[in-house]
């Protein structure tokens, strides 16, 4: 904890002497804020003939008056703060949520892409197997067939008996 500080200051032409535990900056500002404040009702012509005692209590009220707005301000604030720290906690946790589904889509892709690429291998062998095991048929099935008799296969592959 500082310590406390003695500062003079000028409110309304007059030299005070301030104590406490902010810096010399700070009640220097606050000074000059309550010499602005008596300032202004000074230059208000139908407020320059009231009583000193009167002047000094519409002072206090407006100062009261920009303090209370002042807070009110700041609790406006916080409730803003607040509201926007939690939509921000909510679109963190949103992002996230996001992201890890992101990462499971695109695991789910590269392991469709590999299914895929195996299944088409498993095709490509397939139809290479079905080819040899067709062409291997057609010369067997030739060979089996009695002479003279005149067979062929058609567009489809089947085995047709010509008709002479």
């Known amino acids: 904890?500082?310590?406390?500080?003695?500062?003079?200051?000028?409110?309304?032409?007059?030299?005070?002497?301030?104590?406490?535990y902010e810096g010399e900056e700070y009640l220097q500002r606050v000074a000059a804020y309550i010499n602005n404040k008596i300032n202004e009702f000074n230059e208000m012509e139908e407020i320059r003939r009231f009583p000193v005692d009167m002047k000094a209590t519409l002072v206090e009220l407006n100062i009261a008056d920009d303090y209370f707005k002042a807070k009110d301000r700041v609790e406006k604030l916080e409730q803003d703060l607040e509201i926007k720290e939690k939509e921000l906690y909510d679109l963190k946790h949103e992002l996230i949520s996001v992201q890890i589904k992101a990462e499971t889509s695109e695991k789910t892709v590269k392991e469709l892409e590999t299914q895929n690429k195996e299944l088409q291998l498993n095709k490509s062998k397939l139809e290479a197997a079905l080819e040899d095991a067709l062409l291997g048929e057609l010369p067997k099935e030739e060979e089996k067939q009695p002479s003279g008799q005149n067979h062929h296969r058609d567009e489809h592959g089947i085995n047709r008996k010509e008709k002479k």
């Open 1 to 20: 904890m500082s310590s406390k500080s003695n500062t003079e200051v000028i409110i309304g032409g007059k030299v005070y002497t301030l104590s406490g």
